[in-house]
């Protein structure tokens, strides 16, 4: 029902910036909100950042002053902007968005495939 696809992963050096795409697609009726987590090796995923229809932001307290999330509502397409890249941010970013698909429907969350970025010398 509802499609979400990540680009722009890779590797980058400590202290370089890098910048994640998002597109949801399918049969969206409201996107509540949208916003990406991560899952570092041997860790549980953690939410990284998130953002509401109306604009409201939440960031987790290591990427504060480093990430920023944006979206365009019109493209149903949630970006982050990832600068000051640390080793320890490496991780796998998956794409989430809380959505209903119908007017009476329940709100659901669905997940990107995931997309790696890796921050290495």
């Known amino acids: 029902q509802v499609q979400l696809v990540e680009s722009g992963g890779g590797l980058v050096q400590p202290g370089g910036s890098l910048r994640l795409s998002c597109a949801a697609s399918?049969?969206?009726?409201?996107?509540?909100?949208m916003g990406w987590y991560r899952q570092a090796p041997g860790k549980q995923r953690e939410l990284v950042a998130t953002m509401s229809s109306g604009g409201s932001t939440h960031y987790a307290d290591s990427v504060k002053g480093r990430f920023t999330i944006s979206r365009d509502n019109a493209k149903n397409t949630v970006y982050l902007q990832m600068n000051s890249l640390k080793p320890e941010d490496t991780a796998v970013f998956y794409c989430?968005?809380?959505?209903?698909?119908?007017?009476?429907?329940?709100?659901?969350?669905?997940w990107g495939q995931g997309t790696q970025v890796t921050v290495s010398s």
């Open positions: 399918g049969s969206i009726f409201r996107v509540y909100a």
């Open positions: 989430n968005a809380f959505t209903t698909t119908q007017a009476l429907g329940l709100p659901r969350a669905y």
